[in-house]
T-cell receptor
Framework: AQSVTQLGSHVSVSEGALVLLRCNYS??????LFWYVQYPNQGLQLLLK??????LVKGINGFEAEFKKSETSFHLTKPSAHMSDAAEYFC????????????FGAGTILRVKS | GAGVSQSPRYKVAKRGQDVALRCDPI?????LFWYQQALGQGPEFLTY????????KSGLPSDRFFAERPEGSVSTLKIQRTQQEDSAVYLC???????????FGPGTRLLVL
């Protein structure tokens, strides 16, 4: 079975500081991993995805994530936080009989302080 | 182009009422998914369609939940005899094909009193 664990339900950073949101996965096969962002009262927007082409994945809005097989991690980072980054972030793994349903972590709410 | 749309955006139902939630996927997208997001949690998979065929309904929590996509485009999620535990945001997503990127709609927030 595949699942994801997001460490820290809330993360607070100052504007301009490094953002680090943690995600660990469990998988018996090479995973397809995703980070989504959700703004209040909106649906989920894809930030980036890992599909085994490269271990360092660059996404939108300056975010990136590094796939580390030895640590079973896929942490999301951004060098400098902006106020507009305040949102909830979800890590997800793709699984299922048809290999297409997403299994999400519990989410991490990012707060950016001015 | 237009994204995934859902209606209504908000729905308040009395316990025991039936509700119907609508999803309009992106035009041309073959695959459609429904997810349930309880307060403070990540979305959980409910069901998956490829065109009009419902290929996976393993996530539907009970036989009160029913989904259809009769013409392979618009989908409706129906919940019969709603219970308080059904209160959640119901998200619809579509993708060009099953394993492509899923694009999510804004969700329908259901509150059962």
């Amino acid at each position: 079975a595949q699942s994801v664990t997001q460490l820290g339900s809330h993360v607070s950073v100052s504007e301009g500081a490094l953002v680090l949101l943690r995600c660990n996965y469990s998988s018996s096969v090479p995973p397809y991993l995703f980070w989504y962002v959700q703004y209040p009262n909106q649906g989920l927007q894809l930030l980036l995805k890992y599909t085994s082409a490269a271990t360092l994945v660059k996404g939108i809005n300056g975010f990136e994530a590094e796939f580390k097989k030895s640590e079973t991690s896929f942490h999301l980072t951004k060098p400098s936080a902006h106020m507009s980054d305040a949102a909830e972030y979800f890590c997800a793994v793709r699984r299922g009989r048809y290999g297409n349903k997403l299994v999400f972590g519990a989410g991490t709410i990012l707060r950016v302080k001015s | 182009g237009a994204g995934v749309s859902q209606s209504p955006r908000y729905k308040v139902a009395k316990r025991g009422q039936d509700v119907a939630l609508r999803c309009d996927p992106i035009s041309g997208h073959v695959s459609l998914f429904w997810y349930q997001q309880a307060l403070g949690q990540g979305p959980e998979f409910l069901t998956y369609f490829q065109n009009e065929a419902q290929l996976d309904k393993s996530g539907l929590p009970s036989d009160r939940f029913f989904a259809e996509r009769p013409e392979g485009s618009v989908s409706t999620l129906k919940i019969q005899r709603t219970q308080q535990e059904d209160s959640a945001v119901y998200l619809c997503a579509s993708s060009l094909r099953g394993r492509e990127t899923q694009y999510f709609g804004p969700g329908t927030r259901l509150l059962v009193l």
